[in-house]
């Protein structure tokens, strides 16, 4: 062994003299720790990021409606006679959603939501309430117009149209969802030949 070596070796056991071997655990030891205010922050900022990017209802320019038009949509597929019980208001309303006075955000947000979490359920029937909007800004039914658009972007909807006077008229809709897999299933069981 070279002089430097031995020297070196020397310098690093007297540095090391008084330190003391850790013990041995049989176990791990984590330290529980709460989150910063910053790393909180952040985490409700990617949330909400990671939220409006599972909403795929559309924020781009929608074609405007006329306050008065009455709307109407229907997927094919879907039996005419089922249609015409829809526009009369013939099924039991399930669920109502009111999107008058909420931000365009908030809206669109709660109706994505709402039409998620009411399939899930088994709702099959939701009235929503988008309001007339004669003075709203940018343009005159802009809540009713992309309410228009939503529904149509969304796969759950079957279809739906302008409400009776009575349960709001211009200013509502009734909407008609897919039955969820579970009642698919209850559905196919109950019809199927013997």
């Given at each position: 062994?070279?002089?430097?070596?031995?020297?070196?070796?020397?310098t690093f056991l007297?540095?090391?003299?008084?330190?003391?071997?850790?013990?041995?655990?049989?176990?791990?030891?984590?330290?529980?720790?709460?989150?910063?205010?910053?790393?909180?922050?952040?985490?409700?900022?990617?949330?909400?990021?990671?939220?409006?990017?599972?909403?795929?209802?559309?924020?781009?320019?929608?074609?405007?409606?006329?306050?008065?038009?009455?709307?109407?949509?229907?997927?094919?597929?879907?039996?005419?006679?089922?249609?015409?019980?829809?526009?009369?208001?013939?099924?039991?309303?399930d669920f109502t959603?009111?999107?008058?006075?909420?931000?365009?955000?908030?809206?669109?947000?709660?109706?994505?939501?709402?039409?998620?979490?009411?399939?899930?359920?088994?709702?099959?029937?939701?009235?929503?309430?988008?309001?007339?909007?004669?003075?709203?800004?940018?343009?005159?039914?802009?809540?009713?117009?992309?309410?228009?658009?939503?529904?149509?972007?969304?796969?759950?909807?079957?279809?739906?149209?302008?409400?009776?006077?009575?349960?709001?008229?211009?200013?509502?809709?009734?909407?008609?969802?897919?039955?969820?897999?579970?009642?698919?299933?209850?559905?196919?069981?109950?019809?199927?030949?013997?």
């Open positions: 062994m070279s002089k430097e070596n031995s020297v070196e070796k020397s007297d540095a090391m003299q008084d330190v003391k071997p850790l013990p041995k655990l049989d176990k791990v030891v984590t330290l529980k720790t709460k989150p910063t205010l910053a790393q909180s922050l952040k985490r409700e900022a990617l949330q909400r990021e990671m939220n409006l990017k599972q909403n795929y209802l559309s924020v781009e320019q929608v074609e405007p409606i006329d306050p008065y038009d009455y709307l109407s949509y229907k997927k094919s597929g879907v039996q005419d006679g089922v249609f015409k019980n829809l526009r009369l208001g013939k099924y039991r309303i959603l009111n999107l008058q006075q909420h931000k365009f955000e908030q809206a669109r947000q709660a109706l994505f939501d709402t039409v998620n979490q009411a399939q899930q359920k088994g709702v099959r029937t939701l009235l929503i309430k988008h309001g007339i909007g004669l003075k709203s800004k940018p343009f005159p039914a802009h809540m009713k117009s992309y309410v228009y658009k939503w529904l149509q972007q969304m796969p759950q909807i079957l279809a739906f149209h302008t409400a009776l006077h009575q349960h709001g008229g211009l200013a509502s809709l009734y909407v008609l969802l897919k039955k969820n897999e579970h009642d698919k299933a209850n559905n196919r069981e109950l019809h199927r030949k013997k």
